[in-house]
């Protein structure tokens, strides 16, 4: 047997090589039952890395010997002590007598009432206590040396033990260990990584290296990385790239109530026109008539057009019928949605002649930030990105649009679209776009759409017959949905976590 | 969007038939409405010992006034399923004429210059008509009425007062009544320091406060039936024995006018001895030509054309299947005997949302039911795509910069004052930043001119990351800018912060000069002969940087010179300023050095 001492956990691998070179395999319970169990471990560890040993884990229960235990291990239980005390006193013993010879008035109790049942004591003529029997076998005492001695006992006999709270049982670690393939008396120097300096010295061929970890991850990257959001917008815009979508100029952040507002006709008492919805610009505070875009287009009539199909009503439409006011028009806002780009962009168009004359169709996207006063919260912040998509054509119908947005959303792994009517003030019809979303089990709404309204269309001059497919949505929500945040300034802003921004894999909206 | 509650039970009566959540949901869908909740298994509350009933709530789009109360959305919903026939609104002649007469005094134009007025005759209330009644003014009120600033309504019991009325403008002193609910007669200023304080009604009086005249509406003996847009008088109170209802509205836009009283009037002529008969009004206005006699409730009659209604929609329907569809959208519509091509359409008074052909071919739509509608290829003509320019120029800054192993950030645009002034040791010239003029908190009162403060907030907020920490953004500023028709313009810009244990100075110039190079920039010094195109930097003293330590970049493109841009390591006091103490690090500051150009010169 290896040596009983405690050592030092420093020396521990040391010494379990040097009993192992003595013992293989080796028991560690055996070897070094001082040693606690998670030093073993680690030291085992240690050596088993570099192969020196093998070993393997060994769940044992093990009995442990309440106080009470180890003194009847050691003095006998506390009928045989009764007994042998009562036997060994001629005359008999009172109940008194045998409490001060014992000098344990638990025992004295305990023992008597046991010595009675078992039949080894009984009361004699002058009701002293007086041995029945010659001898007795004291099995208690037996069967606790057996189990202090590590030895298994009947299982039967063990739970009575338990019950009588005299052991209890638990879990030991315990390990079985081999020499291993590297087996050595001493741990030698392993080298981590191969330097230039060993290819350089040949020390290569002689060095011990120590194993690579296949457990753990490789070293950290320090990469840099892209936004989440811009990531996904970049998904985006590769899909209206495919799509022939030329990306509009919405680098205008300021707008005047006229572009944002009166050409889209919203009228000028609408909601979304209110210092609670808007954001209003103090300095500088009011800006200029709309200005040509084109040579040759005439901006005072476009004006003069949208004063009227508001006021008056113009192409057909009986217009809201109110005072349209030029100041009203010329407040500058900060945009509260990119459409207003849109807008531009189809006067633009306007002034534009294709092959037979007329302006040829167009598609348009952007992605952009637009602005809302509105109070901030988890789902709500002033500003956030619109994505918007306009298709100019002749000749369109409803069921293009859908047909176009089932293309759209399926490039994001987005089917079976559902279309709700609603209301804008500038599409008409419009649309809704809802998706089954699987993880919430409802329809979600994904999107708006429609078709911009001829009272918006009409006063930049395009023709009555070019009809234009308008929608939109924000780049926030579905990029929310995707990476499952639910607080949005967890994604935009300076409160954002840059770990998340560092560790946020590729979109790859196709993708679920 | 407004939200009607209804009772859910009596609305299934109306509609005569019960229908599963899901069910109603559909119909919801279909038509364009949206149920917003059931309370059926919700908890309800209980008002006098009753539990109140399941409610639907009931989304309604902001533009269909003729459904924000449950009369309104009983009849259109019976309508487009087909169950009864658009309601036959009409005007009866009232018993007497005399009575029903508001006569409009001058001085109202200074104020509130608009009044229409109408009677219901023979109303039977209940409970729930009463509130449904209640509730619908609430709702016109605060919506198509913009919070009683252009229209407010006052119903009053008819047989409690008498006309003709008249509809004054008086000094605030001299009007005085008990307002409704309350026992203590007053003049209309104590009136108003009386509701000062009220949640429901504080809200209203600055509309008419500091006008010199106050708008009144008298009946024949000198009676208050109301001083709008506030409070009518307790005296005319309506109730549930109410019979005879006069309606009167006042307002500053009239078309706003026409439309509210035609939506409380239509909705509630239902209930009339009559259904769907009102006895109109006649206003005499003469000073502002407003003579005239109110309601009208006339149908608007519009052509449409059928190819129109055909082609946006996809289909092919001969004039008679689409007057046949367009009925279940309230519509009485028949072909033209003139043209071919032309459905007349009569547009009943609660529609006041039609504007234009496109709305009755949206609802020819939802008549026929949006998801059924033939599906078309989208693809009609080619286009060919592409970027903006800008956002390309952008990308590959962004792309370097990643790869270079910086990280990307998106702080928001508006800032506070301070935090793009003077937390950068920067003075306001008055002639850059635009300012925002209603910001609901401090954060929001410009739109940034500068990347900086976006950058260093987002280093403050992410005190526990581990130092060094590299980042940038690419986006825009805004400026002010006199000479555009927005008297503003973006500028795109390219920004970046180092945090760490050393300054990072020269981490941010190398940054700069990888940039630089990726564009095919070359560095040179500002005097190098043959003045080629290239950059070079100057030792810059402004208060943002610390001294000796901050650099402008100069640019010499096609031979012209500029400045673009600047770095250095930030002055400490714009460390302490944005508090970028760092909680991981024991409070200790850390140098940040920056480096921000605008990137619009390379275009």
Redesign the interface.
């Given at each position: 047997m290896a040596t009983q001492n405690t050592p030092s956990s420093g020396d521990l691998p040391t010494q379990l090589l040097q009993a192992l070179s003595i013992q293989s395999p080796l028991v560690s319970s055996e070897a070094f039952p001082a040693v606690p169990a998670l030093e073993i471990k680690a030291a085992l560890d240690r050596l088993a890395s570099r192969s020196m040993i093998t070993y393997q884990t060994i769940d044992k229960e093990e009995v442990i010997l309440e106080p009470e235990a180890e003194q009847i291990a050691a003095q006998g239980s506390h009928e045989a002590r009764v007994f042998e005390v009562v036997r060994q006193a001629l005359e008999g013993l009172t109940i008194q007598e045998l409490e001060t010879t014992i000098g344990d008035k638990n025992v004295a109790n305990v023992g008597r009432g046991r010595a009675f049942k078992e039949k080894w004591i009984g009361k004699g003529k002058d009701g002293k206590l007086v041995a029945t029997v010659d001898s007795i076998k004291d099995t208690t005492q037996a069967l606790l040396q057996q189990l202090k001695e590590g030895k298994s006992a009947d299982a039967s006999a063990v739970t009575d033990l338990k019950k009588r709270k005299l052991i209890k049982v638990q879990k030991v670690l315990n390990f079985k260990l081999e020499k291993g393939e590297k087996f050595a008396l001493e741990m030698v120097k392993e080298e981590t990584d191969l330097t230039s300096e060993m290819l350089a010295s040949g020390a290569w061929k002689t060095a011990n290296f120590k194993p690579y970890n296949f457990n753990a991850l490789g070293a950290d990257q320090d990469a840099g990385s892209l936004h989440p959001l811009n990531k996904v917008r970049h998904e985006f815009r590769q899909i209206f790239f495919e799509m022939g979508f030329e990306e509009m100029p919405t680098n205008k952040f300021v707008e005047t109530g006229f572009w944002n507002f009166d050409t889209l006709f919203v009228p000028q008492q609408h909601p979304a026109r209110d210092l609670q919805d808007t954001f209003f610009i103090a300095d500088p505070k009011v800006g200029g008539k709309p200005e040509a875009l084109v040579e040759g287009q005439d901006p005072e009539e476009y004006w003069q057009n949208v004063k009227e199909v508001h006021q008056n009503g113009k192409y057909g439409s009986i217009g809201y019928k109110y005072p349209w006011s030029a100041d009203e028009s010329l407040k500058l806002v900060l945009r509260t949605h990119t459409t207003s780009i849109s807008t531009a962009m189809l006067y633009k168009l306007a002034a534009q002649k294709g092959p037979d004359g007329r302006p040829p169709p167009a598609r348009y996207f952007s992605i952009d930030r637009v602005f809302r006063n509105e109070t901030v919260d988890a789902t709500h912040l002033a500003e956030f990105h619109q994505v918007e998509g306009v298709i100019a054509d002749y000749g369109l119908t409803l069921g293009g649009l859908m047909e176009f947005m089932e293309l759209f959303f399926a490039k994001m792994g987005i089917t079976n679209l559902k279309f709700k009517p609603a209301y804008n003030p500038y599409t008409e019809p419009s649309m809704e776009i809802f998706s089954y979303h699987e993880g919430l089990g409802k329809l979600v709404e994904i999107g708006n759409s429609g078709m911009f309204r001829p009272e918006m269309l009409e006063p930049m001059g395009l023709p009555k017959d070019m009809r234009v497919f308008g929608w939109g949505l924000s780049l926030e929500r579905p990029t929310m949905i995707k990476y499952k945040i639910s607080n949005i300034r967890e994604l935009l802003g300076h409160k954002v976590d840059l770990s998340f921004i560092k560790r946020n894999p590729a979109v790859r909206l196709e993708k679920e | 969007?407004p939200t009607i509650s209804v009772d859910k039970y009596k609305l299934y009566e109306a509609l005569g038939q019960k229908f599963t959540t899901e069910e109603f949901e559909d119909l919801c869908?279909?038509?364009?409405i949206?149920l917003d909740e059931d309370t059926e298994n919700e908890e309800r509350p209980i008002v006098n010992g009753e539990q109140e009933p399941p409610q639907l709530k009931i989304e309604i789009?902001?533009?269909?006034y003729d459904m924000l109360c449950f009369e309104g959305i009983a009849l259109n919903l019976n309508i487009f399923r087909g169950r009864i026939p658009t309601p036959n609104y009409r005007v009866v002649a009232p018993k007497d004429e005399e009575q029903y007469v508001i006569n409009v005094l001058p001085e109202t134009a200074q104020v509130r210059p608009l009044i229409a007025g109408a009677v219901l005759r023979n109303v039977k209330f209940t409970k729930d008509r009463y509130e449904s009644f209640i509730s619908l003014q609430d709702k016109l009120h605060q919506?198509l009425a913009?919070q009683r600033t252009?229209v407010s309504i006052g119903t009053h019991d008819l047989d409690t007062v008498q006309g003709p009325f008249t509809y004054e403008a008086l000094p605030p002193r001299d009007i005085k009544f008990v307002p409704l609910n309350q026992t203590k007669e007053m003049n209309s200023e104590e009136l108003m320091a009386f509701y000062e304080k009220d949640k429901h009604l504080g809200r209203y009086l600055h509309i008419i406060r500091d006008s010199p005249v106050y708008p009144v509406v008298y009946d024949k003996n000198k009676i208050v039936c109301s001083l709008p847009p506030i409070i009518n008088g307790e005296h005319s109170k309506i109730t549930l024995n109410t019979t005879n209802v006069f309606v009167e509205v006042t307002a500053t836009?009239?078309?706003?006018l026409e439309i509210v009283l035609d939506m409380v009037v239509t909705m509630f002529s239902e209930y009339a001895a009559e259904p769907f008969t009102v006895e109109p009004v006649k206003i005499v206005s003469d000073h502002n030509d407003s003579t005239r006699v109110t309601p009208s409730l006339r149908p608007?009659i519009t052509s449409v054309e059928i190819d129109y209604l055909n082609?946006?929609?996809?289909l092919s329907e001969s004039p008679e299947s689409l007057a046949k569809l367009l009925s279940k959208m309230a519509y009485i519509a028949k072909p033209s005997d003139k043209d071919a091509n032309i459905l007349e359409v009569s547009i009943p008074a609660t529609r006041p949302d039609v504007?234009?052909?496109?709305?009755v071919?949206?609802d020819l739509?939802?008549c026929w039911g949006?998801?059924n509608?033939?599906?078309?290829?989208?693809n009609?003509?080619?286009?060919?795509?592409?970027?903006?320019l800008?956002?390309k120029l952008g990308d590959i800054f962004?792309?370097e910069?990643?790869?270079?192993?910086?990280?990307?950030?998106?702080?928001?645009?508006?800032c506070s004052h301070d935090e793009n002034f003077a937390w950068l040791n920067r003075k306001d010239d008055?002639k850059t930043?635009?300012?925002?003029?209603?910001?609901?908190?401090l954060e929001?009162q410009i739109?940034r001119t500068s990347l900086l403060p976006?950058l260093l907030?987002?280093i403050?907020?992410?005190k526990s990351?581990s130092l060094p920490?590299?980042?940038f953004e690419v986006a825009?500023v805004?400026l002010?800018d006199?000479s555009?028709?927005?008297?503003?313009?973006?500028e795109?810009h390219f920004a970046a912060a180092w945090c760490g244990r050393s300054s990072g100075f020269e981490i941010v110039h190398g940054l700069l000069d990888r940039l630089l190079l990726m564009l095919r920039t070359s560095f040179i010094t500002r005097e190098q002969a043959g003045k080629p195109d290239g950059y070079w930097i100057e030792e810059l003293k402004e208060d943002t940087y610390f001294h000796g330590h901050a650099a402008a970049v100069h640019l010499r493109l096609n031979g012209k010179e500029q400045r673009i841009g600047e770095f250095g390591i930030l002055h400490p006091s714009v460390l302490e300023n944005f508090d970028l103490r760092q909680v991981s690090h024991f409070r200790n500051l850390y140098p940040v050095s920056t480096l921000e150009i605008n990137l619009e010169v390379f275009l």
């Open positions: - | 969007m869908f279909e038509y364009g949206e789009p902001a533009n269909r919506n913009r252009l836009d009239a078309t706003k608007r082609s946006c929609t996809g504007l234009h052909q496109c709305d071919m949206e739509a939802v949006y998801n509608l033939p599906r078309t290829e989208p009609r003509s080619a286009t060919v795509g592409g970027p903006l800008i956002n962004r792309t910069a990643a790869m270079a192993g910086w990280s990307e950030v998106m702080p928001l645009i508006l008055g930043a635009i300012k925002l003029a209603n910001p609901k908190t929001y739109v976006g907030k987002t403050r907020e992410n990351h920490m590299k980042i825009d805004g002010k006199e555009l028709e927005r008297r503003a313009r973006n795109r």
